[in-house]
């Protein structure tokens, strides 16, 4: 079955870096648009930055810059380097992944907190 298990949340510095990885299985990795979401206490998810199979990459605006989106198809794996963060990142974060980058995800990640203070 479709598994994603992420790792690499953190407390940290504002200002400061983490990065996060996503661990696959289950699936063909390959093909397969992967995503990064977050939500923060009483607000909304979002989604914050997407890698589709050509490898073509989407970000929030407000982490444009800041944040990479990469992978690991060997390893099936996915990252998020995060950098210059802000208290306003502060939030879980949940890795997804579907056939297709539009539309909802099908397969999620049970998250890891990321903390900024």
């Known amino acids: 079955h479709v598994q994603l298990v992420e790792s690499g949340g953190g407390s940290v510095q504002a200002g400061g870096s983490l990065r996060l990885s996503c661990a696959a299985s289950?699936?063909?990795?390959?093909?397969?648009?992967m995503g990064w979401f977050r939500q923060a206490p009483g607000k909304e998810r979002e989604g914050v930055a997407a890698?589709?199979?050509?490898?073509?990459?989407s970000y929030l605006d407000s982490v444009k810059g800041r944040f990479t989106i990469s992978q690991d198809n060997a390893k099936k794996t996915l990252y998020l380097q995060m950098n210059s963060l802000k208290t306003e990142d502060t939030a879980v974060y949940r890795c997804?992944?579907?056939?297709?980058?539009?539309?909802?995800?099908?397969?999620w990640g049970q998250g890891t907190q990321v903390t900024v203070s």
């Open positions: 997804a992944a579907d056939l297709t980058c539009v539309g909802k995800f099908g397969y």
């Open positions: 289950g699936y063909d990795y390959n093909g397969y648009c």
């Open positions: 890698i589709d199979s050509d490898g073509s990459t």
